[in-house]
């Protein structure tokens, strides 16, 4: 028999085939499952009582694949899966590995063997599993089949040719990966598990499932995780989150008094630990569910603590449980609103530092009035000034129950849940979720935990232990696991939260080499960063640790918008060994030593560097290690436990600067909005401005400040904007090469992310204040102290010199297109090009500029600089 046609064919990494398409469904009445297949095709096919329809978006080397089905039962039947199959054949199959990666927060995520042995078994039963796997039991046709949830990668240890495979979800179900070798080729079938009720005549659509090939997992994952960002509008614009936290020293002892007593100690270290943040974590509610009555710890309740801390010149977080409810809370009465499972309350989990019978039930959003009661609490936790909210156990709404309203998923209930929870914060408020899983929380939260709980611990020190958790239980080791093989996803599915610091060298039974390496990897991959010490008991030591962690992964997070930490070889081992990050001017490398025995690794500074010349190598974060000059080879030597970061010092990088309205996008906005709606008004601020009678600033208030432009109206004009022809290639090229991107833009901030959204992209910017209160435009400047003499309210000059004086030896790259706006910034760069009137003003002047007509110009112009060396990284 022929072979089919290759969906993708792939010189160094194989070929891909579309294998089957099938359904798992229940007869209603007597819940039977039933499973039926066809073959794989694009169109419509009859699969049992279901018409599945797919399309496929094939590119060079990935291809989508959309999918939705209609029933044609005449009575309601119980979806449970959707099944999308390929057949992969890379160049061989004998040694494979493929990443686990897990379901939830705390779930196991890490590379195995693609062995013949399959996922291996759980001997705690259904229930448990179900906290941490997407099917608390698997089918039974999966016997011998390995397990990933959301996404996967395979291939070979040491790269040369990998898959990478995932659902793009956005809470209509879970995708469960299943992969298993079979002959020459390796079997990877995608389950999207809808799991919900679908009635006669009603048609579903499924989110998205994408495969690509390629050479290299790493950057494979990356791109999949940017996919899945622009499909979801993921939340990844949240500045650098640093922070302190009750937890891992009072735990549930704590007290009003430990947090104003650390408050004030963090007042005072401001200038040495520089965080934003004060979160009050579990221990202070009255009970599980009653999350605005406090207990007898927190005698005046919420509201006086949260002034406190913003009185401090802190945000003020909190920690919820938000869907857990207790059988002593008020709550509780309203068991209506909880999940069932069968004749009984559905059982989220047992705590019993929470309740007397541990029992913990779960608040049931398919329900609108639960949806309501989410979003009137947590609006009033936002007017008491909490903006930002720790979000926990939110695996507990998405396990099997039987809701009240069958036709929504597992997954709905979850996304449901959160968008209440965001409905009611607000837009501004940063949400974290924890023990959560992943993909329904795409464009919800902002920050997410990614592994673990960490422990003052290596090892998992459970008095308890329980067969199968093993992996998410609190630990040192198993945070720093997660923490690197989920790098991929910071920035470009949210701020990835690798738990907190261990700072403290008392009531831990962490040794200082290992405290370190949890520093090590949170620094090196740029997340948030939170300790949560007793602060004024620190040493000068653990003081130091957290100053230099906050310092580095501050670096490495404003390195870039979607993410500079890369794991070299993510197949090549359960916990990841080398990771870099590119930053301006350096390539960061953290070598880590999770293992029993003493390690020795000799490193390449010129690999490493990635194509550019390395000058000189130094150590980092705490390292004792002596600056070398030279591309000298890196000898590192490291006991079980251990690890160390260097930095390999690589040129003066570029740093890109770009003008927005006019320059990365076609049209000025702000003009071409009031020219619509209140042109007489613009024309006649226009012509006080060219008669020197306004600077620029005045005539953008004289011109805009109450412009009548509701927010629905605004919304369709900014649609009507294109992007300049080069703008994408010129986000690309930086992204290759790690470049720093930041758009300057003396219009308005509203605006500028609006059209990054509607156009997908990802980059940071700096602009004016715009809220449309009312209906009416109300602007403030951006820089409220002054300017250069442009008299603009976002000044470049001051933005180029502030980057500057943080990063000596740069060279700076200014382009833009108006004689008043970019001016200052033109002339405070090193390399200029300009367009329009900013042009015809250099010109006057006699300053040195290139001119250019679109930014594929402005690229083909940088990219002989990088290739010479003085750029970022290759």
Known sequence: MARPTPLLRHGEAGRLEGARIAVRWREPGTGEQRFAAAPFGAGSHRIGPFEVSLALDVGDAT???????????????????????????????????????????????GSRALDDHGEPGFASGAWLRGMFHARGEPPADRSGWHESDLLTAIGASNGGFSLAAGVLEQGRSFGVIYVRREADAVAVEIELCAERDLAPGVRIDLERTRISLGTDAAPLLEDLAVAHGRSAEARTASPFQAGWCSWYHFFHDVTEADVLRNLDALVKARGEIPVTLVQLDDGYQRAVGDWLSTNEKFPRGLAPLAAEIRA?????????????????????????WLLRRGDDLHLGLLHPMWTPTARIHVLDTSRDEVCSHLVSLFRELAEMGFVYQKLDFLYSVA???????????????????????????????????????????????????????????WHVDD??????????????????????????????????????????????????????????????TGGMVLFSDDVPKLGGESRRLVAETLRVAREVDEATTIGAARVAEPLAAEIPETITACVPGSVLVAVVNPGEARIERTLDPRALSRGFEPRAVEGELLSTRAPSEGALAIRIALDPHASEIVRVRTGPPLAVFCDFDGTFLVEDVAPSVARRVDD????????????????????????????????SVLDAMLRSFSLDPGARALLDFCEIHSIPFRILSDGYDRNVAKLRDLHGLHFGFDANRLDVVEGRWRIARAITDGDCGCGTGNCKRRRIDAYRSTNPGATIVHIGNGRVSDLCGALAA????????????????????????TLCDVVAALEPLVAGGAGGTS
């Open 312 to 336: 401090a010149g802190f945000d003020a977080g909190l920690w919820t449980a938000p869907f857990c409810v207790a059988p002593d809370s008020a709550l509780f009465a309203e068991r209506d």
């Open 830 to 853: 090193d390399l200029v090009f300009a367009r329009g009137s900013l042009a015809v003003e250099l010109e006057r002047r006699g300053a040195r500029f290139s001119r250019f007509e």
């Open 399 to 457: 396990m099997e129950a039987d809701a009240f309203d069958p036709s929504i998923g597992r997954a709905e209930r979850l996304r449901r849940g959160l968008e209440a929870v965001r409905r009611g914060s607000g837009e501004k408020t940063f949400l974290l979720g924890c023990g959560c899983p992943l993909g329904p929380a795409v464009g919800v939260v902002d920050g997410m935990r990614i592994g673990p709980d960490v422990a003052p611990s």
């Open 463 to 524: 008095e308890i232990p329980l067969r199968g958790i093993e992996p998410t239980r609190p630990s040192v080791r198993n945070g720093v696991r997660s923490i690197l093989n989920r790098a991929f996803l910071h920035r470009r599915l949210w701020l990835n939260d690798p738990d907190c610091l261990m700072s403290r060298a008392t009531d831990t039974k962490l040794e200082p080499h290992e405290a370190h390496t949890l520093a090590v990897a949170v620094a090196v």
């Open 63 to 109: 291809v989508g694949v959309d999918a939705a089905l209609r029933s044609h039962a005449e009575a309601s039947l119980r979806l449970d899966a959707l099944v999308v199959g390929f057949r992969w054949s890379p160049p061989e199959v004998s040694a494979l590995r493929f990443l686990r990666h897990g379901w939830q927060s705390w779930s196991f995520t």
């Open 680 to 711: 007489a008004r613009r024309t006649a601020a226009s012509e006080r401005f060219a008669r020197g009678e306004l600077n620029a600033w005045e005539h953008a208030v004289e011109a805009y400040d109450g412009l009548i432009v509701p927010d």
